[in-house]
């Protein structure tokens, strides 16, 4: 079990849970600011999907009430030995955002996949700031990485949120800008770790699950 509590002036308690095991009263909450966040872009049972087959799911409390989620999958290749986390999904409820409760859904998942000894992680988004967090998480770490970025055309069906929403590096704002939003197009992200110390990781605040 992982509880994160993330302090300052409000406190917000960071849970792993057992998606298949939520109450109805959390996961309604989970459907209803999910939706109202994404508004269009989201419907009730594509949120179910995003909450279902996550091997590391983390609810997002303020309150003993879910404002946000994060999700990973685990996938290991025989082959050559590459192991890699998905990161499935995060959302924060659009009445908590501007506090960095994004950022620590993203530090928790990495925490994670590197305690596994996880080499790549990978996702799929419309958003620059999806990308820029977790480029950011990984160089806070100090972590050697490369980022692959592959155009899947329509992957989403259509635009996820109503406004563009940047991040701050407008190399790559422009990057997602070449995307046909409407049409629904985004990216598929590789992040290859090439190299780390997992001591070190534990002295920069690392591997602390």
């Not at 095991?21 to 419907?43: C, H, R, W």
């Not at 419309?126 to 806070?140: A, C, G, H, S, Y």
């Not at 780390?196 to 534990?202: A, D, E, V």
């Amino acid at each position: 079990m992982i509880i994160v509590s993330i302090g300052g002036r409000e406190t917000f308690r960071l849970k792993s849970e057992d998606p298949a095991k939520l109450g109805k009263k959390t996961l309604d909450e989970i459907v209803d600011f999910t939706v109202k966040t994404f508004q269009s872009g989201m419907t009730e049972p594509e949120v179910i999907d995003h909450i279902k087959d996550n091997d590391l799911f983390l609810v997002l409390y303020k309150d003993n009430k879910a404002i946000g989620f994060a999700g990973s999958k685990y996938f290991h290749n025989e082959n050559n030995r590459k192991k890699h986390a998905y990161f499935s999904a995060a959302v924060v409820s659009s009445e908590f955002q501007g506090r960095k409760l994004y950022n620590e859904l993203v530090k928790t998942r990495i925490d994670k996949a590197l305690e596994l000894n996880f080499n790549t992680i990978t996702t799929r988004t419309q958003n620059p700031l999806v990308e820029f967090t977790i480029r950011k998480e990984l160089d806070i770490y100090g972590i050697s990485y490369s980022v692959n970025r592959q155009l899947v055309p329509g992957v989403f069906g259509r635009k996820l949120t109503e406004n563009f929403q940047t991040c701050k590096d407008e190399l790559i704002n422009g990057e997602y800008r070449k995307l046909d939003l409407e049409k629904g197009d985004g990216y598929y992200l590789t992040f290859n770790l090439n190299r780390y110390n997992r001591n070190k990781l534990k002295d920069k605040g690392g591997i602390s699950l």
